[in-house]
Nanobody, 123 residues
Framework: DVQLVESGGGSVQAGGSLRVSCAYT????????LAWFRQAPGKERKGVAV????????IFGDSVKDRFTISQDSAKQLVHLQMNSLKPEDTGMYYC?????????????????WGQGTQVTVS
């Protein structure tokens, strides 16, 4: 069983910062890929960032490179997405996703487990 619970969303002005977090629990022996996706109103869900094997490497979407960072705290079973220099186009529902086995990507179809999402609004 896998549970993913997002928190930390909210409203922020453009240029500001926000951190969203995902608390994860799973009964498998490993979970290689922990990712963040976002979905803007009326648009498809898109990958934002993924952390692989506890931080061995990370992948970022082009639109958030140099502004967002992703980190995993394995002891606390948390994945954080730190978002800086936020823009109105970063607005959307942010979802945590997990997949047992690499390769890890930013493609929605590769992920089996999803959280319920947390809303981020940038104005």
């Amino acid at each position: 069983d896998v549970q993913l619970v997002e928190s930390g969303g909210g409203s922020v002005q453009a240029g500001g910062s926000l951190r969203v977090s995902c608390a994860y629990t799973f009964t498998f022996s490993k979970m290689d890929c922990l990712a963040w996706f976002r979905q803007a109103p009326g648009k498809e869900r898109k990958g934002v960032a993924v952390v692989v094997r506890g931080g061995a490497y990370k992948i970022f979407g082009d639109s958030v490179k140099d502004r967002f960072t992703i980190s995993q705290d394995s002891a606390k079973q948390l994945v954080h997405l730190q978002m800086n220099s936020l823009k109105p186009e970063d607005t959307g529902m942010y979802y945590c996703a997990a997949e047992n086995d690499a390769p890890c990507t930013l493609e929605e179809r590769h992920y089996t487990h999803w959280g319920q999402g947390t809303q981020v609004t940038v104005s």
